[in-house]
């Protein structure tokens, strides 16, 4: 059974860097084709991709945030980091991890999501 | 960079009712790429359909997927009330590598 949890501060303050867990279980990050990505989601909005990392430790990044994001794996504690610089007030959101499908080719398994106010 | 629009933002249904939602991309996508979620909410997005057409696991027979090139279709073909959610199309692969549409939400007349 595969699941993924975020963790991570509910607040964090304007210009601050966010570091964000994603601890995942029932898979393994060294698996052929078998992604990680996080999404995040203002609150009343849409789903917008931010990062996704590849069993092979290829990284891909939103275009738009690419030079605030870092995004790593630690195979052997089954988690993925990604880190976000220069927080302002619209990055608050919820933000989710989820498993991209070496078969599916998409998220099929995603976390339950955590709260990240950006606010002094 | 490609871009996802969803018709309508809302559609307002009955239970029983069909329900035809789209997906429109500005360049072409690849079938095997496109893929809709639905989401209730305080809930995580939930993997519907994946490309364009496959039910993922555990997906009632009543959601089925279509469209090839740059027009897509999700289709409930009788509304049940846990159907009453917002749903996003998805695509993989082209630039920007994820890109997800704005959503449409199915709500109760």
């Given at each position: 059974?595969?699941?993924?949890?975020?963790?991570?501060?509910?607040?964090?303050?304007?210009?601050?860097?966010?570091?964000?867990?994603?601890?995942?279980?029932?898979?393994?990050?060294?698996?052929?084709?078998?992604g990680?990505?996080?999404?995040?989601?203002?609150?009343?909005?849409?789903?917008?991709?931010l990062?996704?990392?590849?069993?092979?430790?290829?990284?891909?990044?939103?275009?738009?945030?690419?030079?605030?994001?870092?995004?790593?794996?630690?195979?052997?504690?089954?988690?993925?980091?990604?880190?976000?610089?220069?927080?302002?007030?619209?990055?608050?959101?919820?933000?989710?991890?989820?498993?991209?499908?070496?078969?599916?080719?998409?998220?099929?398994?995603?976390?339950?999501?955590?709260?990240?106010?950006?606010?002094? | 960079?490609?871009?996802?629009?969803?018709?309508?933002?809302?559609?307002?249904?009955?239970?029983?009712?069909?329900?035809?939602?789209?997906?429109?991309?500005?360049?072409?996508?690849?079938?095997?790429?496109?893929?809709?979620?639905?989401?209730?909410?305080g809930?995580?997005?939930?993997?519907?359909?994946?490309?364009?057409?496959?039910?993922?696991?555990?997906?009632?027979?009543?959601?089925?997927?279509?469209?090839?090139?740059?027009?897509?279709?999700?289709?409930?073909?009788?509304?049940?009330?846990?159907?009453?959610?917002?749903?996003?199309?998805?695509?993989?692969?082209?630039?920007?590598?994820?890109?997800?549409?704005?959503?449409?939400?199915?709500?109760?007349?």
């Open positions: 059974q595969i699941t993924l949890k975020e963790s991570g501060p509910t607040l964090v303050k304007p210009t601050q860097t966010l570091t964000l867990t994603c601890t995942f279980s029932g898979f393994s990050l060294s698996t052929s084709g078998v990680v990505g996080w999404i995040r989601q203002p609150p009343g909005k849409a789903l917008e991709w990062a996704l990392i590849y069993w092979n430790d290829d990284k891909r990044y939103s275009p738009s945030l690419k030079s605030r994001l870092t995004i790593t794996k630690d195979t052997s504690k089954n988690q993925v980091v990604l880190t976000m610089t220069n927080m302002d007030p619209v990055d608050t959101a919820t933000y989710y991890c989820a498993h991209r499908s070496d078969r599916l080719l998409h998220f099929d398994y995603w976390g339950q999501g955590t709260l990240v106010t950006v606010s002094s | 960079e490609i871009v996802l629009t969803q018709s309508p933002g809302t559609l307002s249904l009955s239970p029983g009712e069909r329900a035809t939602l789209s997906c429109r991309a500005s360049q072409s996508v690849s079938s095997s790429y496109l893929a809709w979620y639905q989401q209730k909410p809930q995580a997005p939930r993997l519907l359909i994946y490309g364009a057409s496959s039910r993922a696991t555990g997906i009632p027979d009543r959601f089925s997927g279509s469209g090839s090139g740059t027009d897509f279709t999700l289709t409930i073909s009788r509304l049940e009330p846990e159907d009453f959610a917002v749903y996003y199309c998805q695509q993989y692969g082209s630039s920007p590598l994820v890109t997800f549409g704005p959503g449409t939400k199915v709500d109760i007349k």
